[in-house]
């Protein structure tokens, strides 16, 4: 995980303190609440394009979709976020 956050992130490399891995995880809307700052997520997995997206509350009434299928995205736990649905495949 570290060589791979280096390789577009290298000070976040050297600052993250955990790692999750998860297995098709489809959660509710929810706060980190021991993040100091941003995240780093990756989607690997052959589900489907266009699902499996990371949601994040930007406001009140504007959510921003971070596409994390197969690229590194970068989001902010300490707003409400959640994983969007994914019809078909496996999501880790």
Same mark, same amino acid.
């Given at each position: 995980?570290?060589?791979?956050?280096?390789?577009? *992130?290298?000070? &976040?490399a050297e600052e993250?303190? %955990?790692v999750?891995?998860?297995c098709n @995880?489809q $959660? /509710?809307?929810?706060? *980190?609440?021991?993040?100091l700052g941003?995240?780093r $997520? #990756?989607? #690997?997995g052959d589900?489907?394009? $266009?699902g $499996?997206? #990371?949601a994040? =509350?930007c /406001? %009140?009434? =504007?959510?921003?979709?971070?596409d994390? !299928?197969? !690229?590194l995205?970068?989001? *902010?736990g !300490? &707003?409400?976020?959640?994983?969007e649905? @994914?019809a /078909?495949?496996t999501?880790?």
């Amino acid at each position: 995980a570290k060589v791979c956050c280096a390789e577009v *992130d290298p000070e &976040y490399a050297e600052e993250y303190t %955990a790692v999750a891995f998860t297995c098709n @995880f489809q $959660g /509710s809307p929810h706060i *980190d609440t021991q993040n100091l700052g941003t995240f780093r $997520g #990756l989607a #690997l997995g052959d589900f489907e394009a $266009g699902g $499996g997206a #990371l949601a994040v =509350e930007c /406001s %009140a009434r =504007e959510v921003a979709h971070v596409d994390t !299928r197969r !690229r590194l995205g970068k989001v *902010d736990g !300490r &707003y409400p976020h959640w994983v969007e649905p @994914f019809a /078909s495949g496996t999501r880790f």
